[in-house]
């Protein structure tokens, strides 16, 4: 079976499968991003958080994935091929990769800039979002990068407990023993990372427009 | 006014950083605190605006005690420069200036106009607005700072070593361009640095701090340098605080001598019958002078031509005539024909002086003093008599 005749026999499916394959990538990192935040935030705010918060997150990061999608669905009372348990597992990964890379960002902001900002008469909270926030987005987006494209590629490994994406062309490519699904496959993850990678890309440049020779 | 009265801060694990200070900073004019690292300069600047709480005493802003109102509200009417700048590295410098404006609810396109101008106010160019911190010399990033601080137009000015991170040219040009500022504006301002030079030149007063954060004279700069309070004092004011005490001493009237001088594009040939000892002083078409020609050691041959610029010595400063001793006898020391060129106001040259002409000033100024000396002594023993 060649690239195009497996695609031809599923032109039904790859709408709703990419679908399913953007939302299960995209929206745990997003929710991710938003637990890592205040977490990473507390790191940097009260230094002896930050040794149990970044060791746990790290830990978290450690467990192999297929075991995550395996036993969540004891942990969180869902069926074990929901897709639930691959949106959980992987907003996991995100939090676990992105909180001590938040704390870190926040503190390298230069206690010269905190104190101007301070003595300008910034209050905790304007300081927080108008200052130590925006300096520290290079930062965080390079971590948000990483994140984004290991969900891509761990997106593919849920395939294997049957949730309906863009994973099932390797699962059938294996099946059928034939090559052609499987490189199918292999193209729409690497252009949906490549994608993902570009729009966080072009997030970050948009944010930050004064860190153009940092990133290049 | 900025008035410390009796404040003390002990850091939680240190020592005592500011011990018992009382100190007035009075309205419109620059205090300047020195003292050696770690005497607790920044503290005491930090106490003013909240940014380090006094463990006791009170700071008062004319009859506000400033434990009285909100941080942040404090702040905002205070202009702070901080060391190194410390501009936001994400704002570009308009919005930099434009900072506390901002904060106070001033609309941001208003904010940035006045940011602009503020720009031209310390001597940048309107175009840099645009540019990030990132891409400012430090000199610039220095007069940022100093506008951004100045931006909301508040009275006090709190200035924590605006100046060390660049060259001592920079550096001095930025302290020039400060007190013409201060000119025009009249803040109430306390200055930090450690150093001694730039507290004489700029400071109205001079609040010389010790190790321990004790206060261990305040006084004019005039009267540091020729009354040190104690042995501490006068080490730190240094070596040559006669020499730089003359800098503070009016040169009055001082016994000018007539010179001949040749106009720039004179023939070389007319020059030998105005030259005095082998040396012309060369003046400009406005008598404004240029330099000297060493006249002597031309021959005959080499005498053909105009008189240019290229020709002159330039090695002499000028002094003016309403100036200092110090300028007047550096102005002698300095001129290769041994011969200081005064000049007037408008920068017209007014006659010379020599060095021995100086000094006869400076002891005559220095005997007046003596007696004075003896006469205060006198009159303290004697006050101490019971
Ligand atoms: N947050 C702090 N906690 C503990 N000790 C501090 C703190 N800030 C300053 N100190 C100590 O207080 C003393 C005075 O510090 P300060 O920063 O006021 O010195 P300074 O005169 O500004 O010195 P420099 O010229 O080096 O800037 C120093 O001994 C310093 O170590
Ligand atoms: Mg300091």
Avoid at chain 1, 104 to 119: C, F, N, P, Q, Y
């Amino acid at each position: 079976m060649n690239l195009w005749s497996y695609l031809q026999q599923h032109s039904g499916d790859l709408a709703g499968w990419t679908w399913t394959t953007v939302w299960l990538a995209a929206l745990p990192l997003l929710v991710g991003l938003a637990i890592a935040l205040p977490l990473g935030w507390l790191a940097s705010r009260l230094r002896w958080t930050y040794p149990p918060l970044v060791t746990a997150t790290g830990i978290l990061y450690t467990i192999p994935s297929l075991v995550l999608f395996i036993v969540l669905p004891g942990l969180l009372g869902t069926r074990i091929l929901d897709t639930v348990n691959v949106a959980v597992a992987l907003t996991a990964y995100t939090v676990a990769l992105l909180v001590r890379i938040v704390a870190d960002g926040l503190s390298s902001v230069s206690t010269t800039t905190l104190s101007a900002a301070s003595a300008m008469g910034y209050t905790a909270r304007q300081r927080l979002f108008g200052v130590q926030l925006p300096i520290a987005v290079p930062v965080i987006g390079a971590g948000l990068r990483v994140a984004a494209v290991s969900n891509v590629s761990l997106v593919s490994v849920a395939s294997i407990i049957g949730v309906p994406q863009l994973g099932r062309m390797f699962i059938d490519g294996s099946n059928l023993s034939t090559l052609g699904p499987i490189v199918d496959g292999l193209i729409a993850f690497v252009v949906l990372a490549l994608v993902f990678d570009g729009l966080i890309l072009l997030g970050i440049r948009t944010l930050s427009p004064w860190a153009k020779q940092a990133l290049a | 006014m900025i008035r410390f009265e009796s404040v003390t801060k002990r850091f939680r694990g240190g020592g005592i950083a500011v011990d018992a200070l009382d100190l007035e900073a009075p309205t419109g004019k620059i205090t300047v605190l020195v003292g050696p690292s770690g005497c607790g300069k920044t503290t005491s600047l930090r106490m003013v605006n909240r940014m380090v709480e006094p463990t006791s005493g009170r700071i008062w802003l004319d009859d506000r005690d400033t434990a009285k109102v909100r941080p942040a509200t404090l702040r905002r009417g205070i202009g702070y420069v901080i060391q190194q700048a410390g501009l936001f590295p994400h704002r570009t410098v308009v919005d930099n200036v434009a900072t506390v404006p901002v904060l106070l609810g001033l609309p941001r396109r208003d904010a940035r106009r006045q940011a602009l101008d503020l720009l031209e106010r310390v001597g940048l160019p309107r175009e840099l607005g645009e540019r990030y911190p990132a891409q400012l010399s430090g000199g610039q990033q220095q007069r940022v700072g100093v506008a951004r601080a100045l931006a909301a137009d508040p009275p006090v000015m709190l200035m924590d070593e605006p100046f060390s991170a660049v060259d001592p040219v920079v550096r001095a040009q930025l302290q020039d361009e400060f007190l013409r500022l201060q000119g025009e504006l009249g803040k109430t301002i306390l200055f930090v640095t450690h150093d001694i030079d730039e507290a004489i030149k700029l400071g109205d007063q001079v609040a010389v701090l010790r190790t321990g954060g004790r206060l261990a004279q305040v006084a004019t700069p005039a009267e540091l340098l020729s009354h040190p309070a104690d042995a501490f004092v006068a080490g730190f004011v240094g070596r040559d605080r006669g020499y730089r005490a003359l800098g503070f001493a009016a040169a009055g009237e001082l016994p000018l001598a007539h010179e001949p001088v040749v106009t720039v594009g004179d023939a070389l040939a007319a020059t030998p019958p105005r030259a005095v000892d082998g040396w012309a002083l060369v003046v400009d078409a406005e008598r404004r002078p240029l330099g000297w020609l060493a006249v002597g050691g031309l021959g005959e041959a080499q005498l053909s031509g105009p008189v240019v610029e290229d020709l002159l010595n330039l090695g002499g400063t000028l002094a003016t005539e309403s100036g200092t001793l110090r300028e007047a006898l550096d102005a002698a020391l300095s001129s290769p024909s041994g011969r200081g060129v005064i000049v007037d106001e408008d920068g017209r040259f007014a006659g010379t002086v020599t060095a021995s002409e100086v000094l006869t000033r400076i002891e005559r100024r220095a005997s007046v003093l003596r007696q004075e000396a003896i006469e205060s002594a006198a009159a303290e023993v004697i006050a101490l008599q019971p």
